[in-house]
C-alpha cells in the first residue's frame, strides 16, 4: 500500500436505504397477526398471490394495503419504490416515457410549432 496515500474509510455518507427482504415482510405481517391469506380475505381478493406479488415486484395497491396492516407507508417498506415525499416512482414503460426528453430543435421545443 502507498504510505504517502492511504485509503480512508468513508464515514460522511449514510448506508443506501434498501427494501425489506420478503421474509422480513412477510414475519413483520406475522407479529401483527396477519397472514398474506388473511389480509387478501379482507381485501375481497380471490388469493393471497396477488399481494405476494408486491413482496418482490413493484405492486403500489398491493404495497399499500400490506403496509396499512403494519402500519407503515409504504416507502418504510420499499423506499426503492417510492421518492422521499412518499409519491411513487414511475415504473417500467412508464419510467422509460417519464425520463425521455422532448426533441430540441434550434434550442427550443419541436413540439411547440406543431399544428394539430
Known amino acids: 500500500m502507498n504510505a504517502h496515500n492511504p485509503k480512508k474509510a468513508n464515514t460522511d455518507t449514510e448506508a443506501p436505504v434498501q427494501d425489506w427482504h420478503p421474509a422480513d415482510v412477510k414475519a413483520a405481517l406475522h407479529k401483527a397477526g396477519w397472514t398474506m ?3 387478501a380475505h379482507l381485501h375481497n381478493l380471490t388469493s393471497s ?3 405476494s406479488k408486491a413482496l418482490t415486484n413493484s405492486y403500489p395497491i398491493a404495497e399499500k394495503r400490506i403496509a396499512d396492516a403494519l402500519g407503515l407507508h409504504p416507502k418504510d417498506i420499499w423506499p426503492s419504490r417510492y421518492y422521499d415525499n412518499g409519491e411513487i416512482k414511475p415504473r417500467g414503460f412508464h419510467a422509460i416515457q417519464f425520463n425521455r426528453l422532448k ?10 410549432n406543431c399544428h394539430g
Open 37 to 39: 391469506s388473511a389480509l
Open 49 to 51: 398471490n396477488t399481494l
Open 103 to 112: 426533441p430540441v430543435v434550434n434550442g427550443k421545443d419541436s413540439t411547440a
